[in-house]
């Protein structure tokens, strides 16, 4: 039988429970270069309108997604303004040092920065704890989820696959607003 979507074909399921009974996990770890201690991509099985599916997930912390809105927001400011703005490019030279910014580049970062921390200061952004599943995904059910956590480790992933399974997951819908460290904006 051949199946639309691979995540819901027995094949894939059946090898995909066979590696997790190997690894002794309910998740396969996706290797992705972006994966680190607020966020990671894995597969799990579960159930989806009474049938067998792989789940593609990416959970991440509430604080990395507060950041990831606060910059999207950050951006769209600074292409009403800089009108030549499609983003800033951060180049290498051949010993691996970072490459100065133009003079263009420098000012958008700063306005950026300045952005950023003002939107934090006043709690412009807010976020909540979410679970958002596509159910067109090419690969199974695509499923994005952040949780009020510190970190994204092997016990966070088990215990939020447990709950989504067994439909006992709780999500926190207090609104929540975080502050940059000033290291990490030294980066933007």
Not at 84 to 112: C, R, T, V
Not at 129 to 135: A, G, I, K, P
Request: charged share 30%; aromatic share 12%.
């Amino acid at each position: 039988m051949n199946f639309k979507n691979p995540g819901f074909d027995p094949t894939n399921i059946e090898k995909l429970k066979n590696e997790l009974i190997a690894s002794g996990k309910s998740f396969k770890m996706i290797p992705d270069e972006e994966n680190s201690e607020e966020f990671v991509n894995f597969y799990f099985l579960g159930r989806y309108e009474g049938k067998d599916v792989i789940y593609d997930a990416a959970l991440y912390t509430l604080r990395l997604h507060h950041a990831s809105e606060v910059y999207d927001l950050a951006e769209h400011e600074a292409a009403k303004k800089f009108q030549n703005f499609k983003g800033i490019n951060y180049q290498e030279d051949e010993d691996g040092n970072m490459q100065p910014l133009s003079a263009e580049e420098e000012e958008i970062g700063w306005f950026i920065t300045e952005l950023i921390m003002e939107m934090e200061e006043e709690e412009t952004v807010k976020v909540q704890e979410f679970v958002d599943l596509d159910t067109h995904h090419d690969f199974g059910i695509g499923l994005d989820a952040a949780l009020n956590v510190e970190v994204v480790d092997d016990q966070v992933i088990m215990t939020f696959i447990r709950n989504f399974n067994e439909d006992t997951l709780i999500l926190d819908d207090t609104f929540y607003s975080f502050v940059t460290e000033e290291s990490e904006l030294d980066g933007v």
